[in-house]
């Protein structure tokens, strides 16, 4: 699962970028560039806490700084196809105010450069789709097969939609036609996270910024879009503190947690992700699954044997196993759980595949 940062230059893209995936800092630079976000999780930290394992991994999750792809670019249309293979995009908007950068903030109106940016997706989509309608004509002339007549009659309610000025992200649609348009990786179905950059001076109001700025009401009935305000250069600070000094830090800007958790959180929920743990004395470590896959999956996203040689998943609550204490105490009260390969795995489930390999 990838997500693609886009954005104006010099609207902190970089330094998000560099702060999720913990790696060397370069802000400034002008390069596109791939890595991967540590999802930070407290229900890891308290299972690590707990077991002292020699090996503390959280999930991760690819994160592509798409640098030199602009909005402007977006409007001219080029630089498209860098975008066509992300599952989701986070658009960073700067608010900061920085007088040696360009475009001052304080021109910023971030419900309106959202809403371009909206209106860019779906113009790019919208002209997909009429290319794929007249190719659809041209071939239901020869052959009038069912899967060709299906494809044109969603097509034509796809292009109604984007003339409608709405994206594509709020077209219901049922499994069999997501299969369909899989392939077009139209950009305004990908489910999109809008990024705040807020100025140091607003960072005792992050959790209002999003209503202050009126996009509240732009993301009103809009699913798959979420919106959320953070302070990069504080971000920053946190990430420079040693952890036993982080809470006091937060705690001064009226913080609960860093900026980043809840940004790696966002885009977990929208990558329609969720965590299963595996804990032990080696390894606590926290696992990304699909919502709504089964023990069998999570079995092969730890390895492919322990699918092929699956007897059954011992499950027990993250949280009930702290307070069992281990899984052996978990077990005699009667709290650890033997279920099948068509389990669905929960949030939070800590998981132990039992195997005969
Ligand atoms: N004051 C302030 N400066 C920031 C903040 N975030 C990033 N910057 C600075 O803005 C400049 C551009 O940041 P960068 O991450 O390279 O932006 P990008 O061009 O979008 O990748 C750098 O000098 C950063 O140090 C912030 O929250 N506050
Ligand atoms: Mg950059």
């Known amino acids: 699962m990838q997500t693609g940062i886009i954005g104006f230059p010099q609207t902190g893209k970089t330094t998000l970028f560099e702060l999720l995936t913990q790696s060397a800092s370069s802000p400034g630079k002008r390069a596109d560039q791939q890595g991967l976000a540590l999802i930070p999780d407290p229900r890891l930290d308290?299972?690590?806490?707990?077991?002292?394992?020699?090996?503390?991994?959280?999930?991760?999750?690819?994160?592509?700084?798409?640098?030199t792809l602009t909005p402007a670019d977006l409007r001219?249309?080029?630089?498209?196809?860098?975008?066509r293979d992300v599952d989701a995009l986070l658009h960073m908007v700067r608010l900061f105010r920085d007088p040696s950068l360009m475009h001052a903030a304080s021109e910023a109106q971030p419900a309106q450069e959202i809403q371009n940016l909206?209106?860019?997706?779906?113009?790019?989509d919208l002209s997909q789709v009429e290319k794929r309608r007249e190719r659809l004509e041209k071939e239901l002339k020869k052959q009038r097969t069912p899967a060709l007549q299906q494809e044109a009659e969603l097509m034509a309610r796809?292009?109604?939609h984007l003339e409608a000025e709405q994206p594509l992200r709020t077209l219901a649609l049922n499994s069999d036609q997501a299969r369909m348009v899989r392939g077009f990786q139209f950009l305004s179905?990908?489910?999109?996270?809008?990024?705040?950059?807020?100025?140091?001076?607003?960072?005792?109001?992050?959790?209002?910024?999003v209503e202050r700025y009126g996009l509240h009401a732009l993301l009103q009935a809009k699913p798959q879009s979420r919106a959320l305000a953070v302070c990069a250069k504080i971000e920053r600070e946190i990430a420079s503190l040693p952890a036993p000094e982080r809470t006091a830090f937060l705690a001064e800007y009226g913080l609960k947690e860093p900026g980043i958790v809840r940004i790696a959180q966002a885009l977990y929920e929208l990558l329609g992700l969720i965590?299963?743990?595996?804990?032990?004395?080696?390894?606590?470590?926290?696992?990304?699954?699909?919502?709504?896959?089964?023990?069998?999956?999570?079995?092969a996203?730890?390895?492919?044997?322990?699918?092929?040689?699956?007897?059954?998943?011992?499950?027990i609550r993250w949280n009930e196993l702290l307070e069992a204490g281990s899984e052996a105490a978990a077990r005699e009260k009667g709290r650890l759980r033997l279920e099948g390969k068509e389990y669905i795995v929960q949030d939070g489930d800590v998981v132990h595949i039992r195997h005969s390999g």
Request: glycine share 4%.
């Open 158 to 160: 796809m292009q109604q």
């Open 46 to 67: 308290a299972l690590s806490e707990h077991y002292q394992p020699a090996k503390h991994t959280p999930a991760r999750l690819e994160l592509f700084d798409l640098a």
């Open 118 to 124: 909206e209106f860019d997706l779906i113009f790019s």
């Open 301 to 315: 996203a730890i390895h492919s044997d322990l699918a092929h040689h699956f007897i059954r998943a011992e499950v």
């Open 189 to 209: 179905q990908k489910p999109i996270l809008y990024v705040l950059n807020l100025d140091e001076s607003e960072a005792g109001a992050m959790d209002q910024a």
């Open 275 to 299: 965590s299963f743990f595996t804990a032990g004395q080696d390894e606590c470590r926290a696992w990304p699954l699909p919502r709504g896959a089964r023990a069998l999956d999570a079995a």
């Open 76 to 83: 001219a249309g080029t630089g498209i196809a860098a975008l």
